[in-house]
């Protein structure tokens, strides 16, 4: 292992030893996390859960009931919409609601705060789902959580040291439009010794997310440095968070471009135009959207 890699992962732990008092994740999802990735586990033990926690059946009925969904009248109970929409979707959409708390804070400088990134998280989240939905991958409830996670290394750069973080963003230069001039990442790495991807996957170990999460987080701009048998839900996520940067809503400075590398299209078998009707759909469902999980 290389000495870069090694003072990276040691930057990572450092941070995030530091931050576990803050980073902990509400003791109902690790229990819906432990639900996730036992096979064994049924309806009736999300139910089980869920039920203790009355805010959260309602976030959870709310994105159920949404138009995003497109369920054909209310669902009422937790127990009718795992029949409706399958027990994986719901307890995702339970993680991603119980998620939101770990996004709360002020504005950190004029360019960030922590609802600028759950609004773009939300967004990203939808627009992976829709991508994955269009091309019937069969993933659509994994990329939804996939896409609401992977910017999350940010939030622990917050909660590390606040003002690093505001010395990032004050060097980040932007043009016309909003985009950046210069690497957000090799800005990060100056002023951190990592960066957003590392710290997120660090988180989703530590939090004991499937693995699939870490990889998301990990390299979500740099798909293709994946073994190939990794990278289809990471090419989402890399294309959802364009999508979801286009609608110039919430962060995007680590986004000079919003351009889709055509080998990541490729790699997901998407063609141009299929990409443009995603982004149209997508774009449509915006305001849904970023009403969802608010």
Wanted: with cysteine.
């Amino acid at each position: 292992m290389s000495t870069a890699i090694e003072q990276r992962q040691q930057v990572v732990s450092a941070a995030i030893r530091e931050i576990s008092h803050i980073a902990t994740l509400p003791e109902i999802t690790l229990k819906i996390v432990e639900l996730v990735e036992d096979p064994k586990s049924t309806a009736q033990d999300l139910h089980k859960v869920i039920s203790n926690d009355p805010a959260l059946c309602s976030r959870i009925l709310k994105v159920v009931n949404s138009s995003f969904y497109g369920l054909p009248g209310q669902i009422a109970s937790i127990n009718r919409a795992i029949v409706m929409l399958g027990l994986n979707a719901v307890k995702n959409i339970a993680i991603a609601a119980s998620l939101a708390k770990l996004f709360r804070g002020g504005e950190l400088t004029a360019r960030f705060s922590a609802k600028d990134l759950w609004t773009h998280s939300t967004l990203t989240a939808a627009a992976a789902k829709i991508t994955a939905d269009t091309l019937k991958l069969g993933i659509s409830d994994e990329a939804f959580l996939a896409g609401l996670m992977h910017d999350i290394g940010l939030m622990v750069e917050m909660q590390f040291d606040r003002s690093k973080l505001i010395d990032v963003m004050e060097k980040i230069t932007v043009d016309g439009s909003g985009a950046p001039t210069c690497d957000f990442l090799e800005t990060e790495v100056e002023f951190f010794g990592a960066s957003h991807q590392d710290f997120g996957a660090g988180l989703c170990e530590k939090w004991k997310f499937p693995k699939s999460f870490a990889v998301v987080t990990g390299y979500h701009h740099r798909p293709m440095e994946l073994p190939s048998d990794q990278r289809k839900l990471t090419s989402l996520v890399y294309i959802a968070d364009r999508l979801a940067a286009g609608v110039g809503q919430g962060f995007r400075l680590d986004l000079p471009s919003l351009e889709v590398d055509p080998a990541i299209r490729e790699e997901l078998k998407l063609t141009a135009e299929k990409l443009e009707e995603i982004r149209k759909h997508f774009t449509e469902n915006c305001k849904t959207v970023t009403d969802l999980l608010s």
